[in-house]
Structures are given as structure tokens and as C-alpha cells.
């Protein structure tokens, strides 16, 4: 049984009442207070799937795929003639995602209650993003709220397609970082307190200073596994919150942006969003500085966001869109250009498709250089570390057998 907190209508006195009831499921929890003769305005779980614990909300989290398959599915639904919740509730019924289902039914408990479709996406904002309720709520506005969940499909296929073929890149470097480091372990651990022991039987025999030193490192990382672990974890923990604070988001966005030989995959990326996320709410009659707005808040960088924000203020002093950003350091030189054609030959949403589709086009390439340019760096990263570790192990024996000779 889940507690649901609910805000309702007594028909009788029109006061709102405020309180919980248990129940298996938001519908069924509508029913119980309906039974009591309340008319449902807004029900929330207090301890459902969706719960705002990181490690629920972690394991509880959508998948891009199922947002996509959602919105397709629903504009379809929605084509075919079907009323807005019948479509949800079919949309529900089909989901294998648990915690989109909850939401849904969420969705569909806001809307019967007389909230707006746009609105109860509002009331998610972990799982829809403003660009996503924005749209709605112009496809609502328009009539063309199928169109606008094609769009929003769309958009958020390019954008999966986009992140999945970053992350492929960087797959194979982490992968050899992270057998890097255990092989490295495993030498320090293992082989070389087999070359202290090896010594130890040797009367006057002594080591290299090398051999000391990872034998130093050796030994404490033995017995003080700890106090390593505790520094590990502490690092990654004040690390990742430094990177969620405004200085720290500063240096690792700016880094993104300027940093090599990341630095021009980022920057295209950016630009990439920017005119894809702009072509969309354009096309859905979004106005221009709300358009704008929307992207500041998508775009997941806080330079290029200043700049948007700058270009907002400009924009509303009667400069056109590609005079507001021409010059810009944080945008590509394309991009202004191809709003200015866009802005003289009244193809805004074009000329920006066109862009959107260049740096997409740009950032296959610079996945690849990059993935060209770190392979070959780790190489040698690993190469040297190699090679002083079985420089650590060798140099002792060829020691001990110089010492041999030496004696005969």
C-alpha cells in the first residue's frame, strides 16, 4: 500500500480539504476519495517510485528510449482522433517502463482533475524538461499538440543519438585507465613485496631507490588500505560537489569548451543543441525570446547560457538575433552567419535546421579525431607506466646478478 497526500473539493461546503488515504494506485486512491464523496484536485505519493531518496530516484530513473517511444506513441494515438486521456491510459497500458507508468498515471489523475497537459508535465520536472512543456503547451495552444509530440520524438532521438556517440568514444580510454590502475595495483600489491623479501636474505644488498620508493608506496597502501579507500572516496565526493557549484561548474564547463583536445567536439555539440533545440520550438510557434529562455536552460552550460542570456537583452533592444551574438567567443562563427540568412530570407527555422545539421554532421568527425588523438596518448601513459614497474622489479635481480658475478 502506497500514502497518497490529496488536495480535494467538498461539493457540499466548496472547501478544499487537505489529507492522506492508502491505496494500491493514484486511480485507486482517486476512487476512495471520491467514495467519500470529495472531488479529487491534485493527489501525490509520498512514498512512491518516484521518491525524491537519489538512490530511489537512481534506480527509478526513465530511460531516454522510453520518453521517445512515449511521446511517438501518444502523437500517434492522438492523430488517430483518440481523446487525450484514453490516449495516456493506452499509453500506460503498454509501457514497460514502471516508473513512466507511474508517472503517466500521475499525468492522467492532474488532467481529470482539470489541470492542463502541459501542467501536469510541469509537476514532473525530473522526468520532463522544460522544452518538453513548453511544446506541449504551444501544441496545445495551436490545436497541433500530435505535431508537437513528433517534434519532441524527434528531438530527443537526435539528442540520444548524439550523447550515446560521446560516451562510445570515451569507452574505450576509461576502460584502459581502469585496467591501467588495476594492473598497477596488482604490481605494487603483489610482485614488488616479492622483491623486498627476494633482498632480505642478502647480506649488504641494496635496492635501487625506484624499488624504495613503490615499495614505500607498497607497503603503506598494505596497511593502511583504509585510510586510501576513505582518500578515494573523500576526493570523488568533494570533487563531484565542487562540479555541482557555481565556481566548480565554471572551470569544468569552460574546460569542456577550451580544454584539448576535447575542447572543439564540446563546442560543436553545443552549437549542435542550441540550433536543434531552437528549430523545434520554432517550428511549434514558440516565440522568439521564450525560445531563447528554453535553450538557455537546455543548453547544460553556464558560458554559453550568459551569452544566450546577454543575447536576450539585446534581442529586446531591437537587435536582430545574429547581431546579438555575432562576435560572441562562446558561439561559432557559423551560427551567425546562417541566422542572418535565416533572418533576411524569413527561413529562420530552416537556416537553423540546416546549422543544427552541419554540427551534427561536425561532431561525427570530432569523435572520431579525438578518439584518434587519445588512443595513441594512452598508449604511452600505459607504455611508461609498464615500463616503471618492471623497472622497479628487474633492476634488483640485475642487481643481485652483478653482485654474483662480481663475487666469482
Keep these: 500500500m502506497l500514502t497518497f497526500k490529496y488536495v480535494a473539493r467538498d461539493p457540499v461546503s466548496g472547501q478544499k480539504v487537505t489529507a492522506e488515504v492508502q491505496a494500491d494506485s493514484e486511480q485507486a486512491a482517486s476512487a476512495l476519495i471520491q467514495k467519500n464523496g470529495l472531488s479529487p484536485i491534485s493527489i501525490k505519493s509520498t512514498d512512491g517510485s518516484m521518491s525524491k531518496n537519489p538512490i530511489k530516484r537512481f534506480l527509478n530513473r526513465i530511460k531516454a528510449k522510453d520518453k521517445i517511444l512515449f511521446s511517438r506513441q ?27 507508468r507511474y508517472v503517466i498515471g500521475q499525468i492522467i489523475t492532474d488532467i481529470e482533475a482539470g489541470s492542463s497537459f502541459s501542467k501536469s508535465l510541469a509537476s514532473n520536472p525530473d522526468v520532463f524538461n522544460p522544452i518538453f512543456v513548453n511544446l506541449v503547451a504551444a501544441g496545445e495552444a495551436s490545436g497541433t499538440l500530435d505535431a508537437a509530440l513528433e517534434r519532441l520524438a524527434n528531438q530527443q532521438e537526435k539528442d540520444a543519438e548524439i550523447l550515446s556517440k560521446v560516451r562510445g568514444a570515451l569507452i574505450y580510454p576509461a576502460i584502459v585507465v581502469v585496467v ?16 623486498e623479501v627476494l633482498y632480505d636474505g642478502i647480506q649488504g644488498a641494496k635496492l635501487p631507490l625506484l624499488t624504495v620508493i613503490l615499495l614505500a608506496i607498497s607497503n603503506f597502501i598494505i596497511n593502511f588500505w583504509w585510510v586510501v579507500l576513505l582518500t578515494v572516496i573523500a576526493l570523488v565526493f568533494a570533487t563531484t560537489k565542487y562540479a555541482r557549484t557555481g ?30 533545440t531552437g528549430t523545434t520550438l520554432i517550428a511549434s510557434g514558440v516565440p522568439l525570446l521564450q525560445m531563447l529562455d528554453i535553450t538557455a536552460n537546455a543548453i547544460n552550460n553556464v558560458h554559453i547560457e550568459a551569452s544566450i542570456r546577454r543575447a536576450i537583452e539585446k534581442v529586446k533592444g531591437g537587435k536582430s538575433l545574429a547581431e546579438s551574438i555575432a562576435g560572441d567567443p562562446n558561439f561559432l562563427v557559423l551560427v551567425p552567419n546562417m541566422l542572418r540568412i535565416g533572418e533576411q530570407s524569413g527561413s529562420m527555422e530552416q537556416m537553423m535546421a540546416k546549422t543544427a545539421e552541419i554540427f551534427e554532421k561536425e561532431v561525427d568527425t570530432a569523435i572520431k579525431n579525438v578518439s584518434a588523438i587519445i588512443e ?28 654474483n658475478l662480481g663475487g666469482s
Design 74 to 100: 501518444l502523437s500517434t494515438l492522438i492523430n488517430a482522433g483518440l481523446p487525450l486521456v484514453q490516449a495516456l491510459r493506452s499509453v500506460e497500458s503498454q509501457t514497460t517502463s514502471k516508473p513512466l
Design 180 to 195: 591501467m590502475i588495476i594492473v598497477l595495483g596488482f604490481m605494487i600489491v603483489a610482485v614488488l613485496p616479492q622483491v
Design 247 to 276: 565556481p566548480g561548474k565554471q572551470v569544468i564547463d569552460k574546460f569542456k569548451m577550451k580544454g584539448w583536445p576535447i575542447g572543439p567536439l564540446f563546442m560543436k555539440l553545443y552549437m549542435a543543441r542550441f540550433s536543434r
Design 376 to 403: 595513441p596518448i594512452l598508449m604511452v601513459v600505459l607504455g611508461v607506466v609498464a615500463f616503471i614497474i618492471v623497472a622497479a622489479v628487474l633492476l634488483p635481480i640485475y642487481g643481485l646478478a652483478g653482485q
